[in-house]
């Protein structure tokens, strides 16, 4: 096993375990749910935003390791961001997933993240790591709902 494969599974094992920012925000003035039907995975996600700031961040669902550990490292980066810069790491996780983006030559800012680049060689699990990435950016835009099924996927 490589160095990275051991990491990535290490990173999930430890997510999935311990999930941060499980839960729904009582106080949330943002919220959207998305579905991955090809896996199952659903997932709901509130947020309060003030200004351009994200104060705080939940997410809770049904969904595999994959999406619950993207959901969870998501939540930790984006909380106390600007929703700008949350915007630039969806765009960013998305380009690394789907192979748009290399992480070992272009320039990111997704620190430990790039954990989820190797899910780029299992295009079955990319959807479920991109899916909480795509629900964030539905909520930023007042869509109530995401599916992996439609738009720029
Ligand atoms: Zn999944």
């Known amino acids: 096993m490589t160095d990275a494969r051991q990491l990535y599974q290490e990173v999930i094992m430890d997510h999935n375990k311990k999930p941060r920012n499980y839960g729904v925000l009582a106080d949330a003035n943002r919220s959207a749910e998305g579905h991955n039907p090809l896996c199952g995975d659903h997932i709901r996600l509130s947020l309060r935003v003030e200004g351009d700031a994200i104060r705080d961040i939940a997410f809770q ?43 070992h030559t272009g320039a990111h800012h997704l620190g430990r993240l790039n954990v989820f680049a190797g899910v780029r060689e299992l295009p079955s ?13 539905a909520a930023f835009c007042n869509e109530h709902s995401a599916t992996t099924e439609t738009g720029e996927f």
């Open 61 to 103: 669902g049904e969904t595999c390791a994959i999406c619950k550990a993207s959901a969870s490292m998501m939540t930790a980066a984006v909380k106390s961001k600007s929703v700008a810069d949350a915007e630039t790491l969806i765009q960013e996780f998305r380009d690394m997933a789907t192979g748009k983006l290399d992480t």
């Open 125 to 137: 699990r990319v959807k479920c790591a991109v899916l909480p990435w795509h629900t964030l950016h």
